[in-house]
């Protein structure tokens, strides 16, 4: 999906106006292509394959209003009595409007102890965050938390 | 001067669950980012995270550029025997580091 | 979506309409708060313990520069200061203080570099750069609950004043002045994101904007970039009365080095 060329134009030009009104030199971050939802579907499918995807089991703890995209502080679990015959396999995390979909894969195991894990992440835009877990014997869970994500008030300029 | 932060418990009973906090100073630049010339600012990420107690790996990660800076990772596991907790983060650039941290388990 | 400097603008534009007609005046002691107190709880947490703090990462590098041999003189901050969690406890809530020789306030940043100058023969370390943030939040960490006291000594107060005037007056395209937002108009939000009372409390601090630490100056420089003025350059007198007249304003409230946020 190409960017189109007017609009990243139009946008440079008008920092580069701002710019010389300061007299300093910002740091850009122009929009670059999205993650569509074939990109999301395409990465959940790598790791899932043709197996079917269940809802339930997975908890997806992210907070619906974020304070700043940069850092949002997320936890995924998964109700699992974490013994030898049946555990927690692995959590991948994807993302729908990010220019990548996927976020992280944390491979768990037998000797984890509780299907859980923290981390903070980056959110370009307000979108769907989806969490897929799979368990030992095979199957897979997810489970999906729509976030909104508001940008900061006022520009920064580089240090 | 890179630098990390863990949290292990010092000690535990033996079949305890414990929360292993890590937290590692990084960029995490993403390779979207650009200059205000519009040049792009590369790739710069850690990509993978393991932790092994007593040589065993018990904990992997896979980051991806959606990770935050300063790379927070928290899980768990069993406290089963005293000894040693190595962390390894390895990323682009020839990026690696290493931390570890005891456990006293009874 | 356009691109936000864009909208940032037009949603500045749009609230100055607004908040422009209120009087200025300050906050009394009793309704002093903190920038936490701002924060969604999930960003509080973040600040609350100490291994899930990025800012405790520049404090660990500042405690191993603490300890590192520099200069022509090669010695280290620790030779003459010991132990800094003695030594420099309460120093950053009494800053910015009264430099002797230079007549004028100085900040914590500038004071260490007057130390590695004068003492260690040490070159200054550049504004924002890892290793002064790193020693900054270092020993401000060393404050850490201690209640804010800058400003108490008679010799600042013509500095004090200075900030005051400069937190009060109008200025750049937006024609806002500090006091316009942080005094008249806190608790309320703009484009999003909460209107605090603009308190320094935990500086040099982690800002998720920045994913970075930064210094107050850092701060103060994005916010007058924000009402579209000329940002002070980092050490200017201006921006040293203006964190003077800040800290002033702050006493009572604890120091929280290093904070987070958003």
């Known amino acids: 999906m190409r960017e189109p060329d007017i609009s990243t134009r139009r946008q440079f030009l008008g920092l580069a106006g701002g710019v010389a009104a300061l007299g300093a030199v910002p740091m850009v971050t122009l929009r670059p292509a999205e993650a569509t939802p074939a990109m999301l579907a395409t990465a959940i499918r790598s790791v899932v394959g043709t197996a079917m995807v269940r809802t339930g089991k997975v908890k997806l703890d992210i ?10 502080p997320m936890t995924v679990s998964v109700l699992s009595p974490m013994t030898a015959e049946d555990y927690v396999k692995s959590i991948h995390v994807f993302n729908e409007k990010n220019p990548q979909p996927n976020i992280g894969n944390f491979y768990l195991g037998p000797r984890a102890g509780r299907g859980q894990i923290s981390t903070r992440i980056r959110l370009a835009d307000s979108q769907k965050i989806v969490a897929i877990a799979q368990l030992s014997d095979g199957s897979f869970w997810s489970a999906s938390v729509d976030v909104v994500v508001t940008l900061a008030a006022c520009t920064d300029e580089v240090i | 001067m890179a630098s990390a932060l863990i949290n292990v418990p010092a000690k535990a009973k033996r079949g305890d669950i414990i929360e292993i906090k890590t937290l590692m100073s990084h960029i995490m630049e993403t390779g979207y980012r650009r200059t205000a010339t519009g040049e792009l600012i590369p790739r710069d990420i850690i990509t993978s995270f393991t932790c092994r107690y007593n040589g065993v790996e018990i904990f992997r990660a896979d980051l991806f550029p959606a990770i935050a800076a300063n790379p927070f990772i928290t899980f768990f596991t069993v406290a089963a025997e005293s000894g040693k907790f190595d962390f390894d983060w390895i990323g682009d650039n020839g990026f690696t580091e290493s931390a570890s941290a005891s456990i006293a388990v009874e | 979506m356009r691109s936000f400097p864009a909208i940032a603008g037009a949603a500045l534009l749009v609230t100055a309409a607004i908040v422009v007609p209120l009087l200025a005046t ?31 990462l520049w404090v660990l590098d500042g405690e191993a520069l603490w300890n590192n041999n520099t200069g022509a003189l090669n010695k280290a901050c620790a030779d003459c200061h010991h132990d800094a969690s003695a030594s420099m406890r309460g120093v950053a809530a009494h800053y910015p203080a009264f430099d002797p020789t230079l007549e004028r306030p100085v900040t914590l940043e500038q004071r260490i570099n007057l130390c590695r100058v004068r003492h260690q023969q040490a070159p200054p370390l550049a504004y924002e750069s890892r290793d002064l943030l790193a020693l900054t939040a270092f020993v401000a960490r060393q404050s850490r609950g201690l209640a804010i006291e800058a400003g108490a000594d008679p010799q600042l107060a013509p500095f004090v004043a200075k900030g005051h005037e400069l937190f009060m007056h109008r200025q750049g395209q937006l024609n806002f002045g500090c006091t316009n ?64 007249y800040l800290m002033t304003r702050a006493r009572g409230l604890p120091v929280e080095t290093p904070a987070v946020r958003p």
């Open chain 1, 63 to 72: 907070p619906p209003l974020v304070e700043n995209g940069n850092t949002v």
């Open chain 3, 26 to 56: 300050e906050i009394p002691q009793g309704q002093r708060r903190s920038g936490y107190s701002f924060m969604t709880p999930d960003t509080q947490a973040m600040q609350n313990d100490d291994t899930a703090n990025p800012g405790m």
């Open chain 3, 181 to 244: 937002c942080h005094d008249d108009n806190w608790d309320k939000h703009l484009a999003g994101s909460a209107i605090t009372q603009a308190q320094p409390t935990g500086y040099p601090l982690y800002r998720l904007e920045w994913q970075s630490l930064g210094s107050l100056e850092r701060r103060l420089r994005a916010c007058m970039t924000g009402i579209r003025a000329q940002p002070y350059d980092y050490g200017a007198p201006e921006l040293v009365e203006l964190e003077l």
